[in-house]
């Protein structure tokens, strides 16, 4: 039987994971303690693989432990490196990451990763942010809008104004077209 | 009409020897550290799409994390630390070995060496007190980086090594995500740590621990960020490439360009959806003003820089080999790899020039000198002698001869 230790670390709710892997027959793990400890964790448990939220602070330590393997009969790897990529893509973009120990097959591995992908629950706010904005043009339009109506405002050059509207996005943590908005805002309440 | 102008943009990206980037909607990567600014500058403040790009940012919670979603493609490119450019290039840690690609400089120096307020209040407060105190018997003290092949984790061993303390034998190392260094001290978990900015001004802040040592210290004007990508997206997108360098380029002169422009960018930086952290953390040490905790202030002659007329930007050879010396040192590298040919593969010097060029920007060596605290110094002549030089090192030979 495989041996599973889950890493839970982040806000996700992976609480039933636990229990379904274990319902489809997997010894299971769950580990939601401090991250420093988790090369000490490894080597104690021993698991043949580790499943970890790709969002979690963690992953960097399972960078220690993979190193700190290669020398051990048992290394432990990312599991795709000799299997198919594609499946490496659809478990990152699903929020699941999984080591395993080298020599366990990718078959053996996949109901275990169907069912935590099914688990997982993906973060729509960054799903969002990923969608693509393709607003560019008239962005950059409203931009140089912005900063011709500053030059005649302040009387000053283009360098001046651009130099202008920049620190005032960033000490408001705005983007550029946030002010540049403003301004024409403002512009428009004035009146030309 | 707005729509008819997009896609005569897009007919033209595909006309033979156009300019015009291929790809004009970047996913970036970037840490929660304030050697992040350029890129989060040139995404928000409109260089960006001076030169037909947008760029979405997004802050990633490990380093793992950032190099996972850059060869699977989620990201396009990322502000990375230049030594897991290489471990990936090279196949050392958790990811396979895959061809990539340094774009240009982000940033040097500013980073720094800490240690907890127990070592403090226990005398230990200089190097040779640490050198004292790793040799006594019972327990032996933890340091912890960022990441096996990062640049803290070369700057603690090079530093700790200098000072006669072996890094590998006489200590314990461990990774620790930089915005967690200050709640693992706080929690007595690690006794020193070395990591970029604004967490170790933050554990000085909170009396949770001193500056010992800063990296510009150990190398003035070392490497530190990279901008990073896999080489097969450079060659699917020369332009967009392109175009980026020359966006973060205009971003890094702007922020370099005075005071008022850095206490700006400072602001931005402290926004939730950033580096999220207080404004008095980042900024000061952001100007060059230290405090190390113990009562010393300076205003440090090699403060963190992004640009400096582009000699922060070149993607020199020599930087990059150096990381690959340290591998080789440290046995995370068994062999010598070819350093000067993995180093002209990964440095893209040409798109670089270019960039530079049009922005005229001046274009250094594409190798430098430097003297490092102990004396050696490093030009990149004899990268397969450099690695073999220090007395305190971990070179795995016998896989070499093995082979």
């Known amino acids: 039987m495989l041996r599973i230790l889950l890493i839970n670390d982040t806000p996700k709710k992976v609480g039933r994971l636990k229990a379904a892997l274990s319902e489809a027959g997997f010894e299971v793990i769950d580990e939601s303690g401090l991250t420093i400890d988790l090369p000490a964790r490894v080597e104690a448990v021993r698991p043949d693989v580790i499943l970890i939220d790709t969002e979690s602070p963690s992953r960097d330590v399972m960078e220690q432990v993979v190193l700190v393997s290669r020398d051990q009969p048992r290394p432990i790897v990312m599991f795709t490196d000799e299997h198919d990529p594609g499946v490496m893509r659809q478990a990152i973009q699903s929020g699941v990451s999984a080591y395993i120990v080298e020599g366990i097959h990718a078959q053996r591995l996949q109901p275990i990763l169907d069912v935590a992908m099914a688990r997982f629950e993906s973060d729509q706010a960054l799903r969002a942010q990923l969608q693509a904005r393709d607003a560019q043009l008239a962005e950059r339009k409203r931009i140089e809008l912005a900063k011709g109506l500053l030059m005649k405002m302040k009387n000053c050059t283009e360098e001046e104004a651009y130099t202008l509207m920049r620190r005032q996005a960033m000490s408001r943590q705005q983007k550029l077209l946030q002010v540049a908005e403003q301004i024409i805002a403002m512009h428009d309440l004035l009146g030309s | ?403």
């Open chain 2, 1 to 403: 009409m707005s729509e008819q102008q997009n896609s005569r943009i897009d007919t033209q990206a595909w006309v033979a020897g156009s300019e015009a980037p291929e790809k004009r909607v970047l996913n970036l990567g970037f840490m929660a550290l304030t050697d992040a600014a350029s890129v989060i500058v040139a995404a928000t403040q409109g260089f960006a799409e001076k030169h037909g790009l947008t760029i979405n940012l997004l802050r990633q919670a490990s380093w793992a994390s950032l190099r996972d979603k850059l060869l699977s493609g989620e990201l396009d490119a990322a502000h990375s630390l230049y030594g897991l450019i290489y471990g990936v290039q090279l196949g050392i840690g958790g990811a396979p070995a895959t061809d990539m690609a340094v774009l240009m400089g982000l940033n040097q120096n500013g980073q720094s060496i800490n240690l907890s307020h127990a070592l403090q209040l226990a005398g230990v407060t200089t190097s040779d007190a640490l050198n004292l105190r790793a040799r006594q018997k019972g327990a032996r003290l933890t340091f912890a980086q960022t990441l096996p092949t990062g640049t803290h984790a070369m700057w603690l061993y090079y530093w700790l090594a200098s000072q006669g303390i072996h890094p590998i034998t006489d200590v314990d190392s461990v990774v620790v995500p930089p915005p967690q260094m200050v709640a693992h001290l706080k929690a007595r978990r690690i006794d020193g740590f070395c990591a970029g900015e604004p967490w170790c001004a933050q554990a000085v802040d909170e009396d949770l621990g001193f500056t010992l040592a800063t990296t510009q210290s150990i190398w003035p004007d070392h490497p530190e960020k990279a901008l990073g990508c896999t080489r097969a997206f450079v060659e699917h997108y020369p332009n967009t490439a392109r175009a980026l360098v020359m966006a973060v380029l205009e971003a890094s002169r702007f922020i370099d360009e005075n005071d008022e422009n850095k206490r700006s960018t400072a602001q931005l930086l402290s926004g939730r959806e950033y580096v999220d952290a207080p404004l008095s953390a980042i900024q000061p040490r952001f100007l060059g003003q230290y405090q190390d905790g113990l009562g010393h202030a300076w205003l440090d002659a090699q403060p963190l820089r992004f640009h400096a007329d582009g000699a922060v930007n070149m993607p020199y050879l020599s930087d990059g080999m150096w990381f690959m010396t340290q591998f080789r040192r440290w046995g995370l590298l068994r062999g010598d790899p070819d350093y000067l040919g993995i180093a002209r593969q990964v440095q893209q010097l040409d798109l670089y020039r270019q960039a530079a060029k049009a922005l005229n920007i001046r274009i250094p060596a594409e190798q430098r000198s430097a003297t490092l605290l102990d004396g050696k110094t490093w030009d990149g002549s004899d990268p397969a002698g450099y690695a073999r030089g220090f007395t305190l090192h971990a070179l795995a030979d016998s896989d070499a001869v093995a082979l």
